[in-house]
T-cell receptor, first 110, second 112 residues
Framework: DAKTTQPPSMDCAEGRAANLPCNHSTISGNEYVYWYRQIHSQGPQYIIHGLKNNETNEMASLIITEDRKSSTLILPHATLRDTAVYYCIVVMDSNYQLIWGAGTKLIIKP | NAGVTQTPKFQVLKTGQSMTLQCAQDMNHNSMYWYRQDPGMGLRLIYYSASEGTTDKGEVPNGYNVSRLNKREFSLRLESAAPSQTSVYFC???????????FGPGTRLTVT
């Protein structure tokens, strides 16, 4: 599976959009991009995933570049409860394993 | 639905002791997973079960054994605990058709 690179930490003001980047330059054609978050030592929570099209759900939007070498998770109106570690993971659909990196610690400030 | 449940929530063991961590899911998921998470790090896969009756090693299987007792339950056993196994252990399940995993609350294990 392709490796991902994320900034170790980011800040965002409450009410603003939080844009979390992820680089996955070695991604192959059948690998998906998944995003999870982990709020203060709780079990991780699924956010969204995509293959090549942009995706949106009730939690977030996922923008994948045309060459698929990077993606951005967008939390449109960040709240204090969005403070968490966000993980970007790339995985083949034929594999059963998610490989977790260290993620990005997002701090939402009032 | 309770989702994924784990017992116990906390455990302290002495070196050499054994114990079993229990995990159950009520979502009729095919796949189940055991992860460990050390402070400041991401999750590392210990073992997984793609379907009832099968188990496979993950990234860090040494020192652990697993049993997929039935479709609902997946247990993790430490036969002889070591201080290096001090960690938070998470169980997860997924339908098996995608990687949307659902996690339990975790077990915080300390080995002294």
């Amino acid at each position: 599976d392709a490796k991902t690179t994320q900034p170790p930490s980011m800040d965002c003001a409450e009410g603003r959009a939080a844009n979390l980047p992820c680089n996955h330059s070695t991604i192959s054609g059948n690998e998906y991009v998944y995003w999870y978050r982990q709020i203060h030592s709780q079990g991780p929570q699924y956010i969204i995933h995509g293959l090549k099209n942009n995706e949106t759900n009730e939690m977030a939007s996922l923008i994948i570049t045309e060459d698929r070498k990077s993606s951005t998770l967008i939390l449109p109106h960040a709240t204090l409860r969005d403070t968490a570690v966000y993980y970007c993971i790339v995985v083949m659909d034929s594999n059963y394993q998610l490989i977790w990196g260290a993620g990005t610690k997002l701090i939402i400030k009032p | 639905n309770a989702g994924v449940t784990q017992t116990p929530k906390f455990q302290v063991l002495k070196t050499g002791q054994s114990m079993t961590l229990q995990c159950a899911q009520d979502m009729n998921h095919n796949s189940m997973y055991w992860y460990r998470q050390d402070p400041g790090m991401g999750l590392r896969l210990i073992y997984y079960s793609a379907s009832e009756g099968t188990t496979d090693k993950g990234e860090v299987p040494n020192g652990y054994n697993v049993s997929r007792l039935n479709k609902r339950e997946f247990s993790l056993r430490l036969e002889s605990a070591a201080p290096s196994q001090t960690s938070v252990y998470f169980c997860a399940s997924s339908p098996g058709t995608e990687f949307r995993e659902y996690f339990g609350p975790g077990t915080r294990l300390t080995v002294t």
